[in-house]
């Protein structure tokens, strides 16, 4: 099993520019994570998917849109990147029900200039 | 005020002292409180877990929680270079995570 994924590992983007950062997990998890991860702030939830079908904002959501394409991708875009958005990213996924453990991807490094 | 926080360290120790880490939370709620090792360039993974206050060990490594002073700490013992990493502490409430900033450790040789 490779667990989570992510594409791409490192992606600089000029202001204004748009990508989408891709999350596959072949875990049979239900419940997948984005967070970003900024020096001294730790990891901060963007968005979620409890299940299939479902996406929620967390506690940083502006500037992004998210998709749950199936039960394994969970994808994160970025529609106008600022250098706000420079950051690494995670992507997690959760088993679903009460389990509680999130495991991680490797992340993706993202620069906007 | 964060929900969780973490002094950021730097910490630097000699090999085979005790490490200790702790974070502090405002949020009475938080349910489940784990302690997550990110080693440089990589994804965070889970380290340790619990649920209620008391001490967990695991090997070298100790979890303790005390829900009435909403205080949580790691104890690395026989602390390794292997050990050096990046500590957060992360608690759980309706299967969301509020992490600390992390604490960056390194055990010299």
């Known amino acids: 099993n490779a667990g989570v994924t992510q594409t791409p590992k490192f992606q600089v983007l000029k202001t204004g520019q748009s990508m989408t950062l891709q999350c596959a997990q072949d875990m049979n998890h239900n419940s997948m994570y984005w967070y970003r991860q900024d020096p001294g702030m730790g990891l901060r939830l963007i968005y979620y998917s409890a299940s299939e079908g479902t996406t929620d904002k967390g506690e940083v959501p502006n500037g992004y849109n998210v998709s749950r394409l199936n039960k394994r991708e969970f994808s994160l875009r970025l529609e106008s990147a600022a250098p706000s958005q420079t950051s690494v990213y995670f992507c997690?996924?959760?088993?679903?029900?009460?389990?509680?453990?999130?495991?991680f991807g490797p992340g993706t490094r993202l620069t906007v200039t | 005020q964060k929900e969780v926080e973490q002094d950021p360290g730097p910490l630097s120790v000699p090999e085979g002292a005790i490490v200790s880490l702790n974070c502090t939370y405002s949020n009475s709620a938080f349910q489940y409180f784990m302690w997550y090792r990110q080693y440089s360039r990589k994804g965070p993974e889970l380290l340790m877990y619990?649920?209620?206050?008391g001490n967990k060990e695991d090997g070298r490594f100790t979890a303790q929680v005390d829900k009435s002073s909403k205080y949580i700490s790691l104890f690395i013992r026989d602390s390794q270079p292997s050990d050096s990493a990046t500590y957060l502490c992360?608690?759980?409430?309706?299967?969301?995570?509020?992490f600390g900033a992390g604490t960056t450790v390194t055990v010299r040789a």
């Open positions: 619990t649920y209620s206050s």
């Open positions: 992360a608690m759980s409430l309706d299967y969301k995570l509020s």
């Open positions: 997690a996924s959760r088993v679903g029900g009460y389990s509680y453990e999130q495991y």
